[in-house]
């Protein structure tokens, strides 16, 4: 294709400037209102004009947290979510629309037939699928692309390169190149952007494209039919996970209804695999792949895939993730048939005679071996050891996710716990977001009898010049530290209603004495972080990383924290709070 002129109607120098004093207008207050966001853009001449849609200029002087910086303009604020809420469009003319803003961003539909996409949907455990398919297909030296969310720390974590988030100078070369396109065709459009979560999902199929992967590993965001990732038209090979109840407001409210939507992926011919399902979900599943003459199987469970070296070893602590482990093995085993054996195409399933039949094991090869050995997820069942300091951090969010945190917390604090030479604290440090269900995960959390339950929002620190990467104003901070205050006041009412103790975690552990667990709420998770710590942990004593004291009372709290030969601390119930302490836990993580 012949590349057109670029012609921008302000200087270099001066667009610089002006979005260099919008990205510190961001930083300082935490948002803008689109209006005024428009209004410093017009004043800064962003209306740019992109006709191609192989070139676009990097904005001179524009770095990363700029583009960060602008990206967040396009979440929606919690009063305006609100109101979206209650009077929600048809989800396919959203999905219409995004189809729309694909277009506008210079990219077709049948453009993303030529990444040789494994979509992936489920209600637990499906970032974890991708992340296993991901290792084993690079592992067979493949150039794989991987979409995810959330990102935990820094919002490039989304669009990974061969396991790696694409680097801050990629990252703000290719925004401002998708950025630049929908700014100029906007006034066509009724002034109209994408929002936040379409315009990242666009902007990884440009990556994608740009930087010639072999394959992209694409996860859903929101369940499936109407989700936006679901402009793909024909991907090589669709996965589930375990399905469950969450964001039943978009979704539905039984099991049924979710797992329509999740069905929603299939494509005609395209063989999909999902994970043993409940009944009722699994019955949708078939009819829905009946309907869209679309081939499903059921995995088998991890001990049937025959192996020379024994069980497999998967990379990813917990038994949930076992199940994940097959669902990867199949995704991945089917995409390289079709890449490598043209002729096994013939021999896929006829999608009107397999619904929902079990799918065949076979033996792993030495990549997918390795592969799911290898697999790193942050903040999936993920330790960190700091000396006296142990950190269990898992983003479980759902009623199911919370069970399989627990059974994984307790085992592996277990084992830990045994070599310890003196009594063993444990703390919870948690909060939840939006319409899940906290009481019921506070009381499944109750059998790892915490001495200390700490609570905050999903604010990583106090300071002002908060990482742009983590503001979300999605939610109001008012929301978010009376969530937490009714956190704790259900964790107080849950064990007011326990009848007996449940059997200790550890028996003839030195453990503290049985008693009812303290209590606390924290404006930031820094704050929380470093009274957790006392001291204890050297990552969390830079000077840099200060909080206003404690009250005498709440550091009288903290003497068990003091006198215990360990400390363990579990991070749980949202993911944005594992991302956030991660960033404190993890410094690497945030540069």
């Not at 303009?73 to 803003?101: C, D, I, K, W, Y």
């Not at 210079?106 to 494994?118: A, K, M, P, S, Y």
């Not at 797992?259 to 979900?281: L, R, S, Y």
């Not at 506070?442 to 059998?447: A, D, F, R, S, V």
Request: net charge positive.
């Amino acid at each position: 294709m012949k590349r057109t002129s670029h012609i921008w109607s302000a200087s270099s120098e001066h667009l610089r400037l002006m979005m260099a004093r919008l990205c510190r207008v961001l930083r300082q207050r935490g948002g803008l209102l689109l209006r005024e966001r428009d209004s410093v853009f017009r004043l800064a001449g962003l209306a740019v004009r992109f006709h191609s849609t192989q070139t676009a200029p990097h904005i001179p002087g524009m770095e990363y947290q700029d583009a960060v910086c602008t990206l967040n303009t396009l979440q929606t604020n919690a009063s305006a979510l609100e109101q979206v809420r209650r009077g929600r469009s048809h989800p396919q003319v959203q999905l219409q629309a995004m189809t729309g803003f694909l277009e506008r961003a210079g990219l077709t539909v049948e453009q993303l037939d030529h990444l040789n996409i494994i979509h992936v949907t489920g209600t637990k455990g499906k970032g974890s699928t991708c992340a296993f398919t991901e290792q084993i297909l690079r592992t067979y030296g493949f150039r794989t692309g991987f979409y995810s969310s959330p990102h935990l720390v820094q919002v490039r974590e989304r669009i990974r390169i061969d396991g790696r988030p694409i680097s801050k100078e990629l990252f703000t070369k290719y925004f401002w190149q998708v950025y630049g396109r929908l700014d100029e065709t906007k006034a066509a459009h009724g002034g109209t952007m994408p929002a936040y979560f379409r315009f990242l999902t666009i902007l990884a199929f440009h990556v994608f494209l740009q930087e010639k992967v072999d394959l992209a590993v694409i996860e859903v965001g929101i369940g499936g039919a109407y989700d936006c990732t679901n402009i793909i038209r024909r991907p090589w090979v669709c996965g589930i996970s375990s399905l469950g109840i969450d964001h039943t407001q978009i979704l539905g409210d039984t099991i049924e209804k979710i797992a329509w939507q999740k069905g929603g992926i299939f494509k005609p011919g395209v063989p999909a695999f999902t994970v043993p399902q409940p009944e009722d979900a699994m019955a949708v599943l078939r009819d829905r792949a009946r309907e869209i003459k679309c081939p499903l199987w059921v995995c088998p469970d991890l001990d049937q895939y025959q192996t020379e070296s024994g069980p497999l070893e998967l990379g990813l602590a917990g038994q949930h993730q076992r199940s994940n482990a097959s669902l990867a093995l199949q995704l991945s085993h089917t995409w390289l048939q079709r890449r490598c054996g043209p002729d096994q195409i013939g021999l896929l399933p006829d999608p009107e005679n397999s619904s929902g039949s079990q799918a065949a094991s076979f033996k792993p090869g030495s990549a997918m071996v390795k592969g799911l050995a290898d697999t790193e997820w942050a903040g999936r069942t993920q330790t960190l050891r700091r000396g006296a300091l142990t950190y269990f951090l898992d983003g479980a969010h759902t009623r199911r996710s919370m069970q399989a945190c627990v059974q994984w917390f307790r085992e592996a604090a277990a084992q830990r716990a045994r070599n310890a030479s003196g009594a063993v604290v444990r703390v919870l440090l948690f909060n939840a977001t939006g319409e899940r269900d906290s009481a019921a995960m506070l009381k499944l959390l109750l059998p790892c009898r915490f001495d200390l339950a700490v609570f905050c929002p999903n604010i990583t620190e106090a300071a002002a010049s908060c990482n742009a990467d983590q503001q979300n104003f999605n939610v109001s901070v008012e929301n978010m530290l009376t969530r937490c205050l009714d956190n704790e006041q259900s964790w107080r009412l849950h064990q007011d209603q326990r009848d007996e103790a449940p059997a200790p975690l550890i028996d003839g552990l030195p453990l503290l004495a049985d008693r009812k667990t303290d209590t606390q709420v924290f404006p930031c998770i820094l704050s929380a972080l470093q009274w957790i710590a006392q001291g204890r942990d050297p990552v969390l004593t830079d000077p840099a990383q200060t909080v206003p004291p404690v009250r005498p009372s709440v550091s009288a709290k903290a003497a068990p924290l003091r006198d215990a030969a360990e400390v363990h601390i579990l991070v749980t119930g949202s993911l944005h709070l594992v991302g956030g302490a991660l960033k404190h836990l993890d410094p690497e993580s945030a540069k």
